[in-house]
């Protein structure tokens, strides 16, 4: 039976943890930092409240450097994340076999302009222009868990068109700037090589962003299967009752204007279209599902949509009407409306996951001003959150 160590709370036994260290933490070149490693995911899993290094170090340590030591190790020391979070992404492949890539962006006020990466920017969810820095985390995701396995920082142009901030903070020549949505295709792009987890789906909300038109275009250009969230005013063409009938949809014409999400789903649309009430298995009641076809428009400068290609846009909301419906755009076509029930339901999760790594795992309490720091830490964050789903044995079984 898997237990659940809880950030916050003592660990009882050292021995599990630096089998866990370890394995995990195995390519670091030097003893050194595979030791301030260990000591950095103590202080993770067992301190209360804000993860300072001075609490971190508090917490774990009885050395007068230590919180001066684990600086130098999340700030300074010259270790690759890469091999760590690989791991960490086949540890996460063998304990959820039903799996999905979803991507989720996570947003830190600052209160200073010093911080990688900080700069300022409407946050929906806030209703506010605030100073933040915007990560974004790749999740393989269960119905009910979901595992981080890589970051990335977004840069807006002001970070990465000056020279002298890219220098102050350590940002590599190869990283530019990038749209959240273009920091989750290219993570996804790069967990494709792991053997494991070739061509798995990607569930993106991009409610944030009015750039849906090249996110999916780049996806179904790669062949991807994706599910990814619209706003209600998402423009949309719906495709024609013959070119919906037919086996062929990817170069269609259509003699219907171009209209919104919600405007298409609300009206009925004048092809084809589905209603159906499924369950979710966790009892969240009856849901309504409506979908119908439609192109994007602005893929290409081609009239009436010609040669774009045809997604399935699903609205989901309760059946008795009283929570506002989601619209999703969907290359999930030859899958079962309970497939496409089963990704919205990892995306949801990834949001909790996101809290829970938020408040109880410390990951917005980076406060230092270097890039790999940053990507020091979250993987350390992601380290402590796998540990803290697996059994021990189980944790060093899965990522050998």
Same mark, same amino acid.
């Given at each position: 039976?898997?237990?659940?160590? &809880?950030?916050?709370?003592?660990?009882?036994?050292?021995?599990?943890?630096? #089998?866990?260290?370890?394995?995990? @933490?195995?390519?670091?070149?030097?003893?050194?930092?595979?030791?301030?490693?260990?000591?950095?995911?103590?202080?993770?899993?067992?301190?209360?409240?804000?993860?300072?290094?001075?609490?971190?170090?508090?917490?774990?340590?009885?050395?007068?450097?230590?919180?001066?030591?684990?600086?130098?190790?999340?700030?300074?020391?010259?270790?690759?994340?890469? #091999?760590?979070?690989?791991?960490?992404?086949?540890?996460?492949?063998?304990?959820?076999?039903?799996?999905?890539? !979803?991507?989720?962006?996570?947003?830190?006020?600052?209160?200073?302009?010093?911080?990688?990466?900080?700069?300022?920017?409407?946050?929906?969810?806030?209703?506010?222009?605030?100073?933040?820095? !915007?990560? !974004?985390?790749?999740?393989?995701?269960?119905?009910?868990?979901?595992?981080? !396995? /890589?970051?990335?920082?977004?840069?807006?142009?002001?970070?990465?068109?000056?020279?002298?901030?890219?220098?102050?903070?350590? &940002?590599?020549?190869?990283?530019? +700037?990038?749209?959240?949505?273009? *920091?989750?295709?290219?993570?996804?792009?790069?967990?494709?090589?792991?053997?494991? $987890?070739?061509?798995?789906? $990607?569930?993106? =909300?991009?409610?944030?962003?009015?750039?849906?038109?090249?996110?999916?275009?780049?996806?179904?250009?790669?062949?991807?299967?994706?599910?990814?969230?619209?706003?209600?005013?998402?423009?949309?063409?719906?495709?024609?009752?013959?070119?919906?009938?037919?086996?062929?949809?990817?170069?269609?014409?259509?003699?219907?204007?171009?209209?919104?999400? *919600?405007?298409?789903?609300? #009206?009925?649309?004048?092809?084809?279209?589905?209603? +159906?009430?499924? *369950? @979710?298995?966790?009892?969240?009641?009856?849901?309504? $599902?409506?979908?119908?076809?439609?192109?994007?428009?602005?893929?290409?400068?081609?009239?009436?949509?010609?040669?774009?290609?045809?997604?399935?846009?699903?609205?989901?909301?309760?059946?008795?009407?009283?929570?506002?419906?989601?619209?999703?755009?969907?290359? $999930?076509?030859?899958?079962?409306?309970? =497939?496409?029930? +089963?990704?919205?339901?990892?995306?949801?999760?990834?949001?909790?996951?996101?809290?829970?790594?938020?408040?109880?795992?410390?990951?917005? /309490?980076?406060?230092?001003?270097?890039?790999?720091?940053?990507?020091?830490?979250?993987?350390?964050?992601?380290?402590?959150?796998?540990?803290?789903?697996?059994?021990?044995?189980?944790?060093?079984?899965?990522?050998?």
């Amino acid at each position: 039976m898997l237990t659940q160590c &809880i950030a916050g709370s003592p660990l009882t036994d050292s021995r599990p943890l630096a #089998e866990f260290v370890e394995t995990v @933490f195995g390519s670091l070149p030097r003893v050194d930092q595979r030791r301030w490693a260990d000591v950095y995911l103590r202080g993770l899993l067992s301190t209360p409240g804000r993860k300072t290094m001075k609490r971190l170090a508090r917490q774990v340590s009885c050395e007068a450097s230590a919180a001066q030591a684990l600086q130098q190790f999340i700030t300074s020391s010259p270790w690759a994340w890469s #091999e760590p979070r690989a791991v960490l992404a086949r540890a996460a492949a063998r304990r959820l076999p039903e799996r999905a890539w !979803v991507a989720g962006t996570i947003v830190s006020e600052k209160r200073g302009r010093r911080s990688v990466g900080v700069h300022r920017r409407f946050v929906p969810e806030l209703g506010a222009t605030v100073n933040c820095q !915007v990560g !974004v985390g790749l999740f393989l995701a269960s119905e009910n868990e979901a595992i981080p !396995v /890589d970051w990335r920082l977004v840069l807006d142009t002001a970070w990465s068109g000056d020279a002298a901030l890219r220098r102050q903070a350590r &940002i590599p020549d190869a990283v530019g +700037s990038g749209s959240a949505w273009e *920091q989750a295709l290219e993570m996804a792009e790069t967990a494709d090589a792991l053997p494991c $987890l070739e061509r798995v789906p $990607l569930v993106v =909300d991009l409610t944030a962003t009015g750039d849906v038109a090249r996110f999916t275009s780049s996806l179904a250009g790669a062949g991807r299967e994706f599910l990814v969230r619209v706003r209600p005013d998402q423009p949309v063409l719906e495709v024609a009752h013959s070119v919906a009938s037919s086996r062929d949809v990817s170069s269609p014409t259509s003699d219907f204007p171009i209209s919104t999400a *919600q405007r298409l789903i609300e #009206e009925g649309g004048a092809g084809q279209r589905r209603v +159906s009430e499924v *369950q @979710f298995a966790d009892g969240m009641g009856q849901v309504r $599902l409506r979908s119908v076809l439609v192109h994007l428009p602005g893929v290409q400068d081609v009239a009436h949509g010609a040669g774009i290609p045809a997604h399935r846009l699903v609205a989901l909301n309760s059946a008795d009407g009283r929570t506002p419906p989601q619209y999703w755009i969907s290359a $999930l076509r030859r899958r079962s409306v309970g =497939d496409v029930l +089963s990704l919205v339901r990892r995306q949801q999760v990834v949001q909790s996951t996101l809290r829970v790594l938020r408040d109880d795992f410390g990951l917005t /309490d980076f406060e230092g001003r270097s890039f790999p720091g940053w990507h020091h830490h979250t993987t350390m964050v992601s380290a402590a959150y796998t540990y803290s789903l697996l059994s021990p044995r189980t944790a060093v079984r899965l990522s050998a």
